[in-house]
T-cell receptor
Framework: DQQVKQNSPSLSVQEGRISILNCDYT??????FLWYKKYPAEGPTFLIS?????DKNEDGRFTVFLNKSAKHLSLHIVPSQPGDSAVYFC????????????FGTGTRLTIIP | DAGVIQSPRHEVTEMGQEVTLRCKPI?????LFWYRQTMMRGLELLIY????????DSGMPEDRFSAKMPNASFSTLKIQPSEPRDSAVYFC????????????FGNGTRLTVT
């Protein structure tokens, strides 16, 4: 049973446009959410996070939005750059912080020059 | 900082053989995690340790899998006997274990069981 779902396995976006990656979760106990980025043959690297007490967190070109009532979060990348081409994983954790992260299956983002 | 170091990077073995994956966490980190990545299930947590003690091993698939952390700088994940369905990329990650400190992943071990 996937508690964190990324329903789009892949996404292609033109360079300079906005990339929007989506994530849904089913466990209402999750209160901290993260996005990780993964290049081929490398491990995932932390990108951005958001606590359930917020509905938006911004870091440069990256913004994460959280809609608790819909159990949905999204990652916006503006403007998209070729170096953003990677697999993006959504992750969630419960009350005890990120000691136990539950990951989605990932979305492969391709930025078209 | 060398990051999380995993070895080997690639492992090809025959069904029934024992496989041992190794991990050196970032110095000073007191939490260590083993994840498995497959196309169908994404990244699954197998087990995690805090201060060298296993905290949650509910993700370990079955008794063929075992993990140890004999000291703060080394952990192993062992599969005995291995099966073709164990083929996956296995990641080790560590964190400072304070609040919401992010996980730092190694580059993974790609295991192929034939």
């Amino acid at each position: 049973d996937q508690q964190v779902k990324q329903n789009s396995p892949s996404l292609s976006v033109q360079e300079g446009r906005i990339s929007i990656l989506n994530c849904d979760y089913t466990n209402s106990m999750f209160d901290y959410f993260l996005w990780y980025k993964k290049y081929p043959a490398e491990g995932p690297t932390f990108l951005i996070s958001i606590s359930s007490i917020k509905d938006k967190n911004e870091d440069g070109r990256f913004t994460v939005f959280l809609n608790k009532s819909a159990k949905h979060l999204s990652l916006h990348i503006v403007p998209s750059q070729p170096g953003d081409s990677a697999v993006y994983f959504c992750a969630a954790s419960g009350y005890f912080g990120n000691e136990k992260l539950t990951f989605g299956t990932g979305t492969r983002l391709t930025i078209i020059p | 900082d060398a990051g999380v170091i995993q070895s080997p990077r690639h492992e090809v073995t025959e069904m029934g053989q024992e496989v041992t994956l190794r991990c050196k966490p970032i110095s000073g980190h007191n939490s260590l995690f083993w994840y498995r990545q497959t196309m169908m299930r994404g990244l699954e947590l197998l087990i995690y340790f805090n201060n060298n003690v296993p905290i949650d091993d509910s993700g370990m698939p079955e008794d063929r899998f075992s993990a140890k952390m004999p000291n703060a700088s080394f952990s192993t994940l062992k599969i005995q006997p291995s099966e073709p369905r164990d083929s996956a990329v296995y990641f080790c990650a560590s964190s400072a274990g304070t609040g919401n400190s992010p996980l730092h992943f190694g580059n993974g071990t790609r295991l192929t069981v034939t």
